[in-house]
């Protein structure tokens, strides 16, 4: 095929090519991250589920914690008893 300088075929061609593209310009910033923001998302979210794990921990902790003391109450007021001392309902009324 023959290039003719002023063929309407490259007229439409170099009009499509200069027009600009209007609506990727305004959405290309919002995909575009830099290595410093991905880095900086990888802390916030490392954080994140750090202090989300150690609340999990020590609600698990805090639990059997406190069915320990449980226990150790229990055996000291049983302790007591055997020994015939008075036990005083320690549950509030």
Not at 26 to 35: G, K
Not at 36 to 56: I, K, N, S, Y
């Amino acid at each position: 095929m023959r290039r003719v300088a002023g063929s309407a075929k490259t007229a439409m061609l170099n009009r499509f090519v200069s027009t600009p593209f209007y609506y990727f310009d305004a959405i290309q910033p919002m995909f575009r991250f830099t290595i410093r923001d991905v880095l900086w998302l990888t802390v916030v979210v490392g954080l994140a589920v750090t202090l989300w794990q150690e609340h999990r921990r020590f609600r698990v902790v805090n639990a059997a914690l406190q069915e320990q003391q449980a226990i150790r109450r229990v055996a000291e007021l049983r302790a007591k008893e055997l020994r015939g001392q008075v036990i005083i309902d320690p549950s509030p009324q």
